[in-house]
């Protein structure tokens, strides 16, 4: 199949990749000119596991291109994907769809023959009949569909999860565009289940599934704060639950919130579709508040460590809002720096893989440091912030005798607190 695809960020692109091995020719269309350069000379502009290979191989043979032209890549597609930002409004916070709306206006004159317009994009619940509107507005004779086709990968796991998703949901009022789809998805025949609904329960499905993630660290986080007052141990709580198959083990990993360009925006999306539904969603809007409250807390709980030390140098190990990947997009390590800054701390960071991105938003405020042992040194506290493996091999004997002070605050529980503790740290994980 010819596929055209809107958009070549963490969605479009690995989307773009997976579709041309699996032997559809794929064009990309993005409109910052510069990503686009860079991807026509082999490069990447993002960081994900195992696409650099797919990638070059894929332009190679001729299946995957890129363009800045809206029309090279709608033109005769069988089908357009549609992965612009829905990023939250300035204001309201509910999800905005400038993007959406002008990428529809944008294809429209392009369709010729019968076209499937599949939205990848996490939309608010009714863009199908605004984007089916938006192009009838602007081609009268245009012949198309308008699908929801939410997008359920993780950052860091892109390439994997393309090739191995949970689930497939097609949200589609027409029978043809679902035989264009199940012909699309063919490979994935008897591996993985394909579920069709109406394109409203489609668009409700990706946002009630990312609150419902959103929640359940929410609440592993306050599971883990009783923990620290009354002598329990998070990580033996969360095994114990996790082995429950109708609770499952993910998810369940306390820490500093949740952060990324997902779950923050669209549970805010999810808030305030359900006010102007008239539906408060208790859980949801408290899984917010308290969401951002968490990272205040720990910036606090780091800067108390040291409030004897004048001008304390913190040593932050983890940037990205999360392992796997360069995003720092509503990285929780973004905002407990920048908390820790308002209070004049001196900041040494390292990110095996987000050091660009976290520049890019904190600047000359921190230093950066090459690798994790030059962090720590001279430091009076060391806070880990993203979970990492490679922090996990740090050698804290040579830790200790880098640091100025021994205190460790492991956000991410992944030192060994007992060896942390006969080494002389004063080791603080979450909830333990
Ligand atoms: P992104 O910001 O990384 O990429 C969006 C790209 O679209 C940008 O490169 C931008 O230049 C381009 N673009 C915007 N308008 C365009 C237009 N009119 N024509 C051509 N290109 C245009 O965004 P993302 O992280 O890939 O997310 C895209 C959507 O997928 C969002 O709705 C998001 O919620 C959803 N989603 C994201 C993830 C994730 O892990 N990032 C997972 C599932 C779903």
Same mark, same amino acid.
């Given at each position: 199949m010819k596929i055209g695809i809107i958009g070549t960020g963490y969605v479009g692109l690995p989307t773009g990749v997976g579709l041309a091995e699996l032997g559809n020719t794929v064009i990309c269309v993005d409109k910052i000119k510069e990503k686009v350069d860079m991807l026509k000379n082999g490069e990447l502009p993002i960081y994900e596991d195992g696409m650099t290979e797919l990638f070059q191989k894929n332009i190679a043979n001729g299946r995957l291109s890129f363009t800045t032209s809206m029309k090279k890549a709608v033109e005769g597609a069988d089908v357009v994907l549609i992965a612009v930002g829905t990023p939250p409004h300035p204001v309201t916070k509910e999800a905005d769809m400038k993007y959406i709306h002008a990428a529809a206006t944008e294809l429209a004159e392009y369709l010729t023959d019968y076209t499937v317009i599949a939205t990848k994009s996490t939309v608010p619940v009714g863009t199908g009949d605004d984007i089916e509107q938006l192009i009838s507005i602007r081609n009268k004779t245009a012949r198309f569909d308008v699908i929801s086709l939410p997008e359920f990968l993780r950052e860091g796991y892109a390439i994997h999860d393309f090739f191995n998703p949970d689930r497939i949901v097609v949200g589609s009022n027409s029978e043809k565009a679902s035989q264009v789809i199940k012909e699309l998805y063919k490979p994935f025949e008897g591996k993985t289940e394909m579920l069709f609904m109406k394109r409203r329960s489609a668009e409700t499905v990706k946002y009630a599934s990312n609150a419902f993630l959103a929640m359940k660290i929410h609440y592993i986080n306050e599971m883990a704060n009783f923990c620290e007052k009354t002598g329990a141990d998070i990580r033996d709580v969360a095994k114990g639950m996790g082995l429950d198959s109708r609770i499952g083990a993910k998810f369940l990993n306390p820490g500093p919130g949740y952060g990324g360009s997902c779950f923050p925006k669209d549970t805010m999306a999810m808030a305030y579709m359900g006010r102007k539904n008239d539906v408060y969603l208790s859980l949801i809007e408290t899984t917010i508040q308290k969401n951002a409250e968490r990272k205040k807390e720990i910036a606090n709980r780091v800067l108390k460590k040291v &409030? &004897?030390? &004048?001008n304390p140098k913190i040593a932050v190990l983890g940037l990205a809002f999360k392992d796997g990947t360069d995003d720092c997009r509503e990285s929780p390590a973004m905002e407990i720096v920048s908390a820790m800054l308002e209070q004049d701390a001196h900041i040494m960071a390292y990110d095996p893989k987000a050091m660009k991105n976290a520049a890019l938003l904190l600047g000359d405020k921190i230093s950066y440091a090459d690798d994790m042992y030059q962090a720590v040194k001279d430091a009076d506290i060391l806070v880990i912030l993203t979970e990492w493996k490679e922090f996990k091999t740090l050698d804290l004997e040579t830790v200790g005798d880098l640091m =100025?002070? =021994?205190? @460790? @605050?492991d956000c991410r529980n992944l030192l060994d607190k007992e060896k942390a503790i006969s080494l002389g740290f004063d080791y603080q994980g979450i909830g333990q």
């Open positions: &409030e &004897e030390v &004048e =100025k002070g =021994k205190r @460790i @605050i």
